[in-house]
């Protein structure tokens, strides 16, 4: 009878610490190239956009308290739409103690916010399965629901069957989740891809940014009036989309499409430069981005480039819009009459197709061989 009684309250003092464990909070922060709260617009009674709050927590039973809208489990994270300038959020599980947490600063509507919640570890010691997780960066940090596992990639993980959550993160690059399934006693595979800072969804339309380095290089060319002097250039990190802006995307930002060759998979074309710069205006409206032209330089150094960093189509496709006016070079005019083109299909106008060529044309004019690509400062 006594060892039951010992027993018995072995258990329950266990079962008490157990539930007696608490949430805690492990990151906060927007995320400005997540558009999602855009793209999956919610709102409130009154008609106005949400706020998106995705909480990394892999839990079921979940309930959140505050001036919430609606939560959904979505992609191994819970989505939780939430009014503009709200300030605290409440979790309560049915396995840990209730956490409460007022946010830095009361949240935005159309803005898209991470939670990170971390939850005790407790030892596990039954039966497991296997997830040999690639990536296409080697150095990143690989966070297996909520926990830093590794930060070095492929990583296996190995732990009890059911449904988990990886998050991949790495420096320039846009941070990755993905939930996966442990079975008992195999080992599966899986490749979290990780995109350049600043790359987007909008409409189910993806917008892929490319890293592009600091460097020096060599810019224009010798023995052509309109390329030369040929010299050096010093262009800071930045970063430039893979392709040239799809007739998809311009129809997702703007509603319709100006090209006299519909395709959306297409480059848009026949645009301005202010046609140009209103496309971007309102999607940095939508995505909370800071997108723009390249400049001159930047977009040289990344035609020269575009090979190494799997940039597409630089001197073929449709001319692309640059930010600056045309000008001698080292002159750096400050304005003008004519904005600088760059790529592009040269040789249909019997001009050298070459990454140095300079075109131009009125900010006004626009062709059925002229689009754009958009570029972005490193973030």
Not at 53 to 61: F, H, M, R, S
Not at 122 to 132: E, I, Q, R, S
Not at 192 to 206: I, N
Not at 281 to 298: C, D, I, Q, V
């Amino acid at each position: 009878m006594g060892k039951k009684i010992v027993i018995a309250a072995f258990l329950l003092f266990g079962t008490l610490w157990t539930y007696a464990q608490e949430l805690s909070v492990k990151e906060f922060h927007s995320d400005p190239s997540d558009i999602s709260a855009v793209r999956y617009e919610a709102k409130d009674l009154n008609g106005n956009p949400c706020a998106l709050l995705k909480v990394g927590l892999v839990l079921q039973d979940v309930v959140f308290e505050g001036s919430i809208v609606k939560q959904e489990f979505k992609d191994g994270e819970w989505w939780v739409y939430m009014v503009d300038k709200a300030w605290w959020l409440n979790i309560k599980t049915k396995k840990y103690l209730p956490l409460r947490y007022e946010f830095p600063e009361p949240l935005q509507m159309k803005s898209t916010y991470i939670l990170q919640i971390e939850a005790p570890q407790v030892a596990y010691d039954g039966p497991t399965g296997k997830m040999l997780i690639k990536s296409n960066v080697r150095n990143g940090d690989v966070y297996i629901d909520g926990e830093k596992r590794s930060s070095i990639l492929p990583f296996e993980y190995e732990g009890p069957e059911g449904q988990h959550l990886v998050e991949v993160r790495a420096p320039g690059y846009n941070p990755e989740k993905m939930g996966f399934e442990v079975a008992l006693g195999r080992k599966g595979t899986m490749t979290v891809t990780l995109k350049a800072e600043g790359s987007f969804s909008l409409d189910g339309v993806s917008y892929e940014m490319v890293n592009v380095p600091a460097g020096r290089f060599q810019m224009g060319m010798a023995g052509s009036p309109l390329m030369a002097p040929q010299h050096s250039e010093t262009v800071r990190a930045f970063s430039i989309g893979r392709t040239e802006v799809t007739q998809a995307l311009w129809k997702a930002v703007m509603g319709s499409n100006p090209s006299l060759n519909p395709d959306d998979g297409a480059p848009v074309e026949n645009i301005s430069w202010y046609d140009a710069q209103e496309f971007i205006a309102k999607l940095n409206a939508m995505s909370g981005s800071r997108f723009r032209l390249p400049s001159e330089a930047e977009w040289e150094m990344a035609a020269q480039r575009c090979k190494t960093l799997g940039i597409e189509a630089m001197t073929e496709g449709v001319a692309e819009w640059c930010e600056d006016w045309y000008g001698s070079y080292g002159s750096q005019a400050e304005g003008g009459y004519v904005k600088i083109v760059r790529g592009g299909p040269y040789a249909n106008q019997g001009w050298p197709c070459s990454a140095s060529f300079r075109g131009f044309m009125r900010p006004e004019e626009f062709n059925s061989l002229t689009g754009l690509r958009l570029a972005q400062d490193e973030l």
